[in-house]
Each structure stands twice: as C-alpha cells, then as structure tokens.
C-alpha cells in the first residue's frame, strides 16, 4: 500500500475543480493569442482578440473562486504579503501555491492589460482611463512584451496546478509526477477548442481557424499520450480506478474528451464542446478520485 | 532555540481511557463535535475517529482478534508529530506555520487563510480546518504552557504515563530502554517509530513504541515529503509546454508555406 494512503483529503471540490478548469482553458487561450501575437499574421487578429478576452474573464473567476474557497476569504492577500510584517512579501519558491498566487497574479495583470488593448483596438472602451490603457497597449513593443510575460505565466497557471496536487502527500496526486504535464497540455487544448467556438464570432477566417484545429488535434495526441504515462507512473495505485471515478476518466475523459474529438475532422465546433466537457471531466476525476480516499479506511480491521 | 521538546508515547501502557483527549479539548477550547450529541462510531471505542480541527489528539482502538479468547487490544493516542522536516511548514503558502524554539511545529489561526495545502501535505492525515475558526488547526503541543514552564494537558493527564513529555533526547534514551525491556520480557515486535533523526523527515518530535507494523496502528511506513515530487513534475510540465510551443510553431511555419505554395503567381493577378 503506497504511505499516501494515511493523508487526509484538503476538501478540494467545487470550488477548485472550476478553478482549474477555467484557470487551464485561460492559461491555455492565453498562450495561443500570445504565440499569433509574436508570429501570427493580420489573419489570425480576430484569434488573438478572443484568446485575451478569453484568458482576462478566465483569470478574473480564478481569483475569485480561489478566494471564494478559503476558510477565511478576507484573508487572501495573506498569500501575497507576510500579514505580521507588511509590506514584506509572502513567496516561496518550492511551494507551488505560494508560487501559484504570485504566477495568477501576474497572469491577471496581463491578461488584462492585453485584453485593454484588443478592446481598444475595436473601439470598444468608453471609460478614460481605461482607454487610455488601451491606448498604451496598441504600442506594438509593449503588447508584445506583456503577450511575451503572460504567455509564460498563462501555460504556468495551466500546469502548476497538477504540479500543486503532485506536491502533496495525497493518493494518485502524489503518486505520480505527471499530473503537471497533464493539465498543462489539457490547458492548451481546452483553451483552443475555447477559441474555436469564439473566435468565428469576432471575424476569425476559416483559414485562420485551421491552425487552431490542427493544433487542438495535436494537442489532443499529446495529452492522450501524457494520460497514458500518467496512469503507467500509477502502478498499484490504478486499482483506485476501479470505481465511478475510472469510469469517468475511461468514458469522459478518454472517449468522450480525447478520442471523439480527434475523430470528428469535419465538425469543429462539436469537437470543440467535447473537448471542453473533457477537460473539465479531467479534473473532476483527478480531483475527485482522490478526494474520496479516507484515511484509516484501509487501516480498520487489520 | 531552547532543547527540542516533545512527547514519546509507548502504546504498550495506553489503557484507552481517552483522558488526553479531554484535557486537550479543555486546555485548548476546542468544539464539540455533532453539537455535542454523542454519536458511536461502530469502530471499536473509538467515537472520535479521526486527528481533525477540533480533535487535536485521538486515541485509536485496534482489535487483532482470533477468535473470542486469543488476541489482544493495541490502543494508541495520536497526535501531531511535530516532524523535524514539516511537510506543513514546507507547503504554507500564507506562513501561517512556523517552527518554534522548542523545535514543534505550530500553525499560527490569525495568519492562516484556510487554504487546506497543509491538510494534503502531511504524510499523517493530522491537520483539517477548524469549522468555526475556518482556518487550519492541529496540536500546538500547548506552546502557551510550555512558554510558561507548563508540561501539555494530554500528557499531564495521562494516568499510566503512556504520554511522557520531555526534552527530545532524554525521551529518546528513555523509549530505548523501554524497547529493551519489552524484548527482553519476549515481546519481540517491540519498535520504536519516529525516533530516528536520520530517518524519515529527521525524525519526530513526537514518536511512539509500537508493537505491530506502523501501517496497523494507521501510520505511514516510510513517511516524505510533499516536495519529493516537485522538480520531476516541474520538469515534465516544462517539458510539455515546449512540446505544445514547438507544435503550434511548426504548424504556423506549415500553414505560411501551404499559403506561399498554394497562391497564384504575381503575373496571374
């Protein structure tokens, strides 16, 4: 029996599985608007557009389901500055959730800034200040800087989350070092089936939306292929799976997330729902499966 | 730093009269469960089940029995063991734990925001949210009686002494000596746990004598910490970023020659 079995459960649930969820899809949707920013073409702008708005409103719930699922909510900042010794920060660099605060932070800022200036590119800011931001942010120098800093961040929020759940003593989480890896790629590709069925919205080409499909698609093998390693990394620990939670993982996640989609060439957008109930079903299983482990549950009766 | 402090709990002693968990709950204020309406666990004598936010000490029964007249009770009081390298410490995000001059491990509630990583870090399934604090919360080893020269409530009230309370490394000799005599009567499955500051987590603080396999008495074989995990994951997640990165560059590079090959000549327009 593998020790991570005598932890107990940090009640993760419906607050955090969003989190993850969304803040991976943000991260990834990010990345991808920052990747057509540096290298794209005047094609792909309707792309980049969405994937700022995408990863804006996306960091904007993190913070908030995040903050929404602390025992003491007023408390956040706590994360942020040393609360006995201001204006001393709080970081540590081998704790990915003190790392995780500052990256989100950081990811925020940017996505936001980025978002201003797409906003503005379409005319769409009233307020003065606010387009005055904007403003600053059409200088191609510094958009690209700040697309170049949170593109970072964006695939770092995406996978420092499976990261966090590795570096814990918790059953399947801490037993395996692939999690990372797993919602990291499963970021990017939700992020890009996110921006399939958005960006068409904003004037996005058909031409131009072909490289997000390819992408997706790739992504898609790439994860399936991370899963794999994911559950191989398991060993003895698989036998959890024999329950609901493997189900879903096998049906939701595998079937209906990965292999589906990569089968539906001619149907984007259906594959792009799919994706995104995948992604979402991920981390419904991760989280959960380990969630529902008690401890002395495998002690009683020896 | 004054001499590190601690408990050696010798489970051999425990009787199961759960006066550790009174003291406890009554030096530290702490909450009744289920409003205070008595509830069997149907496991054993055990009606508090588990180290929680308001069970900061939990005395387990464990019945190895064969048959009505051959077997025998283990019963041992679980607490926090103030591990030398904290897995708790290692992962709070706000600094809420810290390590005090008696080297225990003590989590700070007017510092702590609730964010559980704690709860996941720790190899013994010892810490969870306190409902009416909202914030993590654990034994303190009573940090406020020892800054005062007090011993803790659990093992003040022990009455077979099964808790002794100490400086590390007379506790240390002294279970050693406990384990010799335990053999020496035949009980050969006599072993310290914890004890070993070259061990798992450079030992505890607060280690026990067992005499089954630790796994039987709940606790963790070979116990680590979480950050065991972090440069492997770390790496692995770098490494697929850079996979994604390459593929989507790959495909723009693909995607420009496909256009350049496929338009029509300048002369055709």
Known sequence: MSDTFF??????TWFIIPYFFIGGLAGGAYFLAALLDWFGQPAHRPIIRT??????VGAILSGLFLTIDLGRPLRFWHMLFQSENLPAIMFKSWSPISFGAWAILLFGLCSVLSALGVMSEDGRLNNRT?????????GRGIAKFVAGIGGLCGFFVAGYTGVLLSVTNRPIWADSPWLGALFLVSGASTGAATLILLAPGRGATEQALRWLTSFDRNALVVELLVLALFLVSLGAINRVWLSFWGLLLLVGVVGAGILAPLRLHAQPARAARLVLLGGFLLRVATILASEGIERY???AGT | MSEAMGFFTDTTICIGCKACEVACKNWNQLPAENGGVKKMSGNSYDNTERLDGIHWRHVKFIEQFDGPYNGRWLMMSDVCKHCVQAGCLEVCPTGAIIRTQFDTVVIQSDVCNGCRACIAACPFGVIDVNPVAGTAQKCT????RLEVGLEPACSKACPTDSIQFGTITELRARAQKRVEQLKAQGETRAQLYG???NGPLGGLNSFYLLVDKPEVYGLPAKPQLPSRNLAKSGTF???SAAVLGLLALVGLRKQRMDERGGSPPPSAN
């Open chain 1, 7 to 12: 932890s107990a459960a940090p009640h993760w």
């Open chain 1, 51 to 56: 994937g700022y708005r995408v990863a804006a």
């Open chain 1, 130 to 138: 606010l387009r005055a931001v904007g403003g600053a942010m059409q």
């Open chain 1, 297 to 299: 549950h495998m002690v």
């Open chain 2, 141 to 144: 080893l009573c940090y406020d």
């Open chain 2, 195 to 197: 004890d070993d500051p």
């Open chain 2, 237 to 239: 997640s770098a490494a």
